[in-house]
C-alpha cells in the first residue's frame, strides 16, 4: 500500500510547488510593477520628468498654472520658470537644466536654460 500513496504523493507535491513557485511569481510582478510616487502633488498633474545625478526635474500642471521645477538631493526644490510664464517640459544634464517656456498670452514657446547651483536662467 505504501507504493500506491507514494505514486499519488509525488503529483501532488509537483503540483503544489508548481502553484507556489507561479503565486510568488505573480505577486513579486505585482509588487515590482506598484509605481511609487517621487513627487505627488494633491490636485496637479506632474509629467515629463528628468534626472542627472544629484538632481530631479520636473514640470507640474494643475488649473492655474503649468511650472518647471528642479530638486537636487535632500534640498526644497526650486521652480525654475519665471512668474506669469508657463512651463510644460524640462530635461537636464549635469547641473544644467533645459526647460520651454511661454507667456500666459502667447502661443509660441522658446527654450530657455537653468545653471541649478547659481539658479539663473539663460539662453541656450
Known sequence: MAPARRRFASPVRSLLVFATSISVL???????????????????????PAASQGYLAWARVNRHSADAFVKPDGAPKIRMNSA?????????????????????????????????????????
Open 26 to 48: 505573480v505577486v513579486g510582478v505585482a509588487w515590482a510593477a506598484t509605481p511609487v510616487p517621487v513627487v505627488d502633488t494633491r490636485r496637479a498633474l506632474e509629467q515629463n
Open 84 to 124: 506669469r510664464t508657463d512651463s510644460f517640459a524640462v530635461g537636464i544634464d549635469d547641473t544644467t537644466a533645459v526647460f520651454d517656456f511661454s507667456s500666459r498670452s502667447l502661443e509660441n514657446a522658446d527654450l530657455k536654460m537653468f545653471d541649478v547651483l547659481t539658479q539663473t536662467r539663460s539662453n541656450p
